[in-house]
């Protein structure tokens, strides 16, 4: 609706950019400096962060980056089930046939890890997502699943990507073994209240906009509803251009930001 009225050549504030048009914010910055000292290591990391901060986003620029003839990166999304479940999921990833029991699945994985590391010469790379979800059991597996060479080699950099509650499940004396292999933990802030004008004007400028858009009060009720986090900011934004543009208006105040507020609503 508002593509014409504000003569964008896009949609602003759509989650579908590419690796090269993400905003640097320091949040991000930090993080991606995080994920790649992991993948030095080869070891467990733990990612959390709240709804829309961005950490699909984080973990897709890292792996865009990484050299497929020394990587290979294997996303997992299925983070419910028994530990068998997860074992098939993580086979399908690696082209594996699907195994009927849990200690043949295992096998099959493992020997697919070791094969990729001495033969192809390719680190493999595995990024769980929605992590809170894991059973403990399967915490756990996932922790054996690391082990090689009793615990003296490491052959598998594994990621798990989830909400705050993760963080906090594993501090309990069930996850202990996990806890203590956990090489990298980090959890992804929004923006801060000075990067909200550098990320619209980002944004909007990828849209062909080149004057400012949002005022300075529609910035701050901006940044005050959405706490800085990239994905509540793109739909109250997009909901406020809709709004000015039914208007007629051409930038954006803090009544629209109210109205697009009052249309999030659930």
């Not at 896009?10 to 400096?33: C, H, I, K, Q, V």
Request: charged share 25%; net charge neutral; proline share 3%.
């Amino acid at each position: 609706m508002y593509l014409r009225h504000f003569a964008f050549t896009r949609f602003p504030f759509e989650n579908t950019l590419e690796a090269d048009e993400l905003y640097a914010s320091t949040a991000r910055r930090e993080a991606e400096a995080r994920l790649k000292h992991l993948i030095e290591l080869r070891g467990i990391g733990l990612m959390t962060g709240e709804v829309g901060s961005g950490k699909t986003t984080v973990c897709r620029h890292i792996t865009a980056g990484l050299h497929p003839g020394q990587y290979r990166v294997y996303y997992v999304s299925l983070s419910t089930g028994n530990v068998l479940d997860m074992y098939k999921a993580i086979a399908w990833e690696l082209g594996l046939p699907t195994e009927r029991s849990r200690a043949t699945a295992y096998r099959a994985i493992r020997t697919e890890i070791t094969r990729l590391v001495q033969e192809a010469k390719q680190l493999p790379v595995v990024i769980i997502d929605e992590a809170q979800h894991l059973r403990n059991d399967v915490l756990e597996d996932l922790r054996l699943l690391t082990s090689y060479a009793m615990d003296a080699e490491n052959r598998l950099c594994l990621l798990l990507v989830g909400l705050t509650e993760l963080r906090r499940r594993l501090t309990m004396a069930v996850h202990e073994s996990l806890s203590q292999r956990l090489v990298v933990r980090h959890h992804l802030a929004g923006l801060g209240r000075d990067e909200i004008d550098e990320y619209l004007t980002h944004r909007l400028r990828l849209a062909g906009a080149e004057a400012p858009i949002f005022t300075p009060p529609a910035v701050e009720a901006l940044f005050q509803a959405s706490r800085g986090l990239p994905r509540k900011v793109n739909r109250i934004a997009h909901y406020a251009l809709t709004a000015a543009a039914l208007e007629g208006a051409h930038q954006i105040s803090e009544l629209h930001l109210q109205t697009a507020l009052d249309e999030l609503q659930p």
